[in-house]
């Protein structure tokens, strides 16, 4: 054989053996990917959890669609509690598998404990499909409509979801989540026995699962069983010793029977001196705090550091506490050098966050942002910081960002209070108020229904016109707290909202039943209120002069007598009434204030002048005083002179919000847009919650400046709008959609906006530039003539804009101009911005 043909013969096997290698490669990385499974069950089986999941995230780097694996470490992490880390492997496995089962029954369970129920329904609803005999589907399938009639307020439904869980509970005993609904029912049924039998069986099956605890404190609330209440509120603090929250609700508890010294007695007997405890030791303090005054908490934490157990900690409650009482250079310099000297750890980034926020409230933010950045920096997942993070990206309208920050920390804390709260906050800036409901009520759950995150649940509700869940909220938290003013003066509210004189009334006498001058005081608000709202306004003005006359001239209600004169259009009467008043107190300023009011109603505008001006002179010009006075040479016929007192007003009160807001919108009616938006600008960094001031400067942005940063903040700050139904907010929401060129959804807004203000000539061209970027020319047509017709002479741009696109669509037929280029060259007109 000739050398050629021998070196031809190797060249070939060569290439054959390396053909064979490669074939046996891309068997390899299958096999290979199973025998890191097989690793990962055999290390299960040994008990050896942390390398099985070492074995199966080397599988997904070999095999990313093994079924199996991914199955498995979803069900580890669900052992171990991690339900957040569970649920994204489930989700992962239904993404690439979308009929299994299994993992679909997993992640609905999941969100239903997490009342995520929108979640709940997406997945529940294809597994009742995909498996419509399983027991675990039926209990899905039975918990959502019964979820979805109690928010609905339809009791024959949610008793027939109750009905079918019922059924189903012999099938599946162990269902918490079918426990639930079942208690749940025989508590708005008020079988309240029933309802603790089925608690103390489903304890058994899950003693640590918080809504239980929760139920059983409601039922025992609305039986008056304070015996009760105070054992379960125990219990919970034996079951969650890490939950700072429970000490503080048993202690709100004895407050609210005036039982102080057994609260005192209850947490001094957690401490052990010389030994440390330091939850137990922050509870008496916090309790000191509230009940015993600061003086007797500072005299607490000065034994604490005294004793040694942990100076750090209670050095940094003690500078706290200086702070509130008003020495605030001393406790910064205090907290200064804790921080400068403590070792690094857990503690200190704890007592650097507490520094932190007390910067923030000082004024120094630059110097918090450094600090919690320190923090971050050595704990990405420390949850105080995480939580401060979020409240400055809340603040900047980050939203998402937020977000991402506060379920990092909620990874650490899945039950903390103010994590919800801060979730609601970021939701409600999202323009999301269902998820923002579901997280109010999931603070209210985990404060365990305090009286300051039941408020703020309480009023989302109302402002939803949700009165009877408010109701519910609201008696929940004063079943453990009976004595909190303001939880009966919102209840008050709520009842007068629902024409319920009766339990009005109640509340009326439960709040005069209070010790101190502010709860008669919010009593005869309510009282006021009520009769009011029954169109009684003899007896209403009857009341205020019953209050007067017995409290040696009680000044409040004799201007309410005044105010509601002038309401029912009485203005003989008011002046009459006021008159005497001013013969025994002539230059009372308040007096005086309602006296030029009277004369502005009156129509006796020079005289009503007079009196603003008059008051101003005398130094009692405050920043109503002003307005007023704006307003009434406005009415005058003053514009030029309304203007000047504008500006002196700003330079009498530069901080004066409304006037400013005032002062914006003089400059827009003249067209100086930069200078509406710098007001605009200032105001809203000192609120960004204030949603009207968000829309103008939305509004202003999206309008007067065309460059991409301007239109990007803009809709980041008008996300909060998303579902409004406020035809100036819809208009400006609907108007930055256009902008971002998304149509059907600017659409969505600007229709219903244009029926809400049919007269505003802005808001009707906004709908027809939009049915035009639809290619709706018959209705862009209709739209912009109704436009032009209500703009008469109006010399804004936007209606030139307007007959020139009008004229552009009308010649389309005749091939006459590009509807495309005449659609383009238009600049935008300004939306819905709210006037002052």
Known sequence: MSSRSVSRRVRTLVGCGALALFLAACDTAEERAEAHFQNALALIDDGDIARAKVELRSVFELDPRHRDARATIARLLLDEGATDAAAQQYLRLVEQFPNDVEARLILSELSLLANDFETARVHGETVVELAPESVRARVISAALDYQEAVVNESPAARREAARRAEALRDELPDSVINRAVIIDNLMLENEFAAALEEIDEVQELAPRDRRFFQMRLGIYGQLQDDDGIEETLRDMIRVFPEDRELPRSLMQFYASRGNLDGAERFLRDRIVPGQENDEARLSLLQFLTETRGPEAAMEEAETFVQEGTND???????????????????????????????????????????????????????????????????????????????????????????????????????????????????????????????????????????????????????????????????????????????????????????????????????????????????????????????????????????????????????????????????????????????????????????????????????????????????????????????????????ADEAREALEAGLTAIPEAADLMWMRATFLERQHDYDAAIDIYEELYARNTATSVIANNLASLLSTQREDAESLDRAARIARRLRGTEFPPYQDTYGWIQFRLGNYEAALEYLRPAARGLPDDPLVQYHLGRTYAALERPDDAIRQLERAIELAGADPRPAFDEARALLQELQNRDTGEGSSAETLDALPQATPGVVVE
């Open 312 to 638: 750090d900690l209670f050095r940094s409650l003690r500078a706290s506490l200086l702070y509130d009482e008003g020495r605030r250079d001393e406790a910064l310099r205090e907290f200064e050098d804790i921080v400068a000297n403590a070792e690094p750890g857990p503690q200190t980034n704890d007592i650097k966050a507490s520094y932190a926020r007390l910067l923030g409230r000082d004024g120094n933010e630059v110097g918090a942002r450094a600090i919690i950045e320190d923090v971050l920096e050595a704990d990405p997942s420390h949850v105080a910081s995480l939580v401060m993070r979020a409240e400055w990206m809340i603040e900047a309208d980050l939203v998402d960002e937020a977000i991402v920050a506060l379920r990092r920390a909620q990874d650490q804390e899945p039950e903390n209070a103010e994590i919800f709260s801060r979730l609601a906050e970021a939701h409600l800036r999202n323009g999301d108020r269902d998820l923002a409901g579901e997280m109010l009520a999931l603070a209210t759950e985990a404060s365990n229904r305090s009286p300051e995150t039941s408020l703020v649940y309480a009023r989302f509700l109302v402002s939803e016109d949700r009165y009877k869940p408010a109701e519910a909220v609201l008696i929940d938290a004063l079943r453990i707290t009976p004595q909190n003013a303001q939880l009966l003066a919102e209840l008050g509210n709520v009842y007068v909202a629902l024409r319920d004189w009766d339990r009005a009334e109640s509340v009326e006498q439960a709040l005069r039943g209070l010790p101190g001058e502010a709860a008669r005081l919010t009593a005869d608000q309510l009282r006021l209120t009520v009769l009011r709202a029954q169109r009684r306004d003899e007896e209403a003005i009857g009341f205020l002069r019953e209050l007067a006359d017995n409290q040696d001239g009680y000044r409040a209600a004799e201007i309410a007598i005044v105010t509601t004169q002038l309401e029912r259009g009485n203005i003989d009467d008011a002046r009459a009434y006021l008159e005497r008043l001013l013969d025994e107190s002539p230059d009372d300023p308040a007096l005086r204030f309602l006296l030029a009011t009277i004369e502005t109603a009156d129509g006796n505008l020079a005289a009503a002048e007079a009196g603003f001006r008059g008051l101003i002179e005398d130094g009692a010009g405050g920043e109503r005083v002003w307005l007023e006075l704006i307003r009434t040479l406005n009415e005058a016929g003053k």
